[in-house]
């Protein structure tokens, strides 16, 4: 039974760190990459013996920190706990694995959102609803597991959190859309939304514009 129970952890390690590299810029950059591949391998190959030495939790909390290193966005983040939510779990050990998996991704989507510069309230307001309803699930699953640390945990956090960018956002200006007759170029633009033509990049880098000779008649811009 116990080789059986441990056999049933280590799929679900090995499902986890499969999902951290899948979703991360591993591939991407060299030095971030490397590092968090050689803390997944090292992980893969001591894992049976750090669940028996009940060790897990600090090697794994530091591939998800690695991952983050890498550069991978909030949403990204998000998706990769919505996948590790997804895995099956059908014993008590295995639901507190994918738990404090889930933990893990929701304090990686903190620190992103702490470092990230927002340049308008609309954004702030999407990724709080993003991140906070994480967290919500997050905390259902440590209550589920028992794992009252990582409850407390989450809870401090998200407050913490929820904190930072509302106050981050209140000056910040609301994304609105627009629409003109005809094709302009971006700094055409610039100078009828903003007055300021010299602030043309936004509105490329806002609308994904493909040449800022050519910009779309519809779009967005921010209100201020």
Not at 93 to 117: D, H, K, N, P, Y
Not at 186 to 207: F, H, I, K, M, P
């Amino acid at each position: 039974m116990s080789l059986r129970r441990d056999q049933l952890a280590l799929d679900l390690i090995g499902a986890i760190l499969d999902a951290i590299l899948a979703f991360s810029g591993a591939q991407d950059l060299a030095a971030a990459g490397a590092d968090l591949e050689a803390a997944v391998g090292d992980l893969r190959a001591g894992a049976q013996a750090l669940l028996r030495r009940a060790a897990l939790f600090t090697p794994l909390a530091n591939c998800f920190s690695l991952a983050q290193r890498t550069g991978m966005s909030v949403d990204t983040m998000e998706r990769l706990r919505a996948t590790i939510a997804g895995l099956i779990v059908s014993d008590s050990r295995s639901v507190l694995i994918r738990g404090r998996a889930m933990a893990f991704c929701c304090i990686q989507e903190a620190r992103i959102t702490a470092a990230t510069t927002y340049t308008s309230r609309t954004e702030v307001d999407r990724v709080l609803g993003l991140v906070t309803a994480a967290f919500d699930v997050s905390q259902d699953a440590a209550a589920d597991a028992g794992d009252a640390a990582s409850y407390r945990a989450l809870v401090g956090l998200r407050a913490l959190m929820v904190r930072d960018l509302t106050e981050r956002s209140r000056p910040l200006p609301r994304l609105v859309t627009y629409a003109f007759g005809r094709v302009r170029s971006s700094l055409t633009l610039g100078q009828r939304l903003y007055g300021d033509a010299g602030r043309a990049d936004e509105l490329v880098a806002e609308n994904e514009i493909v040449h800022p000779l050519f910009a779309p008649r519809a779009g967005r811009a921010l209100s201020a």
